[in-house]
């Protein structure tokens, strides 16, 4: 059974930074893995943030860009998601996504979520 694994998340302060890991229990450094970043604000849907191919560059959804990373350690098999300049905006759920693309499809793991509050 696929686990992904986030840690991270917590109460900072407007300005403050994060560091989201997702630790993988398959290899997420094939080309054919995908891995992203999602978030939940309370009441509303879950977003994409950040992603980034086996191949190819990461992409930012335009409210974080410049103020968050989206890496992997293939080593590790852990994915990461640093924010920095944080705001209360940035307030959700986050949720790591590896999908594994398959001779019939994709395969589509998600971790259990973290909390991230961002607030004075």
């Known amino acids: 059974q696929v686990q992904l694994v986030e840690s991270g998340g917590g109460l900072v302060q407007p300005g403050g930074s994060l560091r989201l890991s997702c630790a993988a229990s398959i290899s997420i450094s094939s080309i054919l893995v995908t891995v992203a970043w999602y978030r939940q604000a309370p009441g509303k849907q879950r977003d994409l943030v950040a992603i980034?191919?086996?191949?190819?560059?990461?992409n930012y959804v335009d409210s974080v860009k410049g103020r968050f990373t989206i890496s992997v350690d293939n080593a590790k098999n852990v994915a990461y998601l640093q924010m920095n300049s944080l705001e209360p905006e940035d307030t959700a759920v986050y949720y790591c996504?590896?999908?594994?693309?398959?001779?019939?499809?994709?395969?589509?793991?998600w971790g259990q979520g973290t909390q991230v509050t961002v607030s004075s």
């Open positions: 980034i191919p086996g191949r190819g560059g990461a």
């Open positions: 996504n590896v999908r594994k693309l398959t001779t019939t499809g994709s395969d589509d793991y």
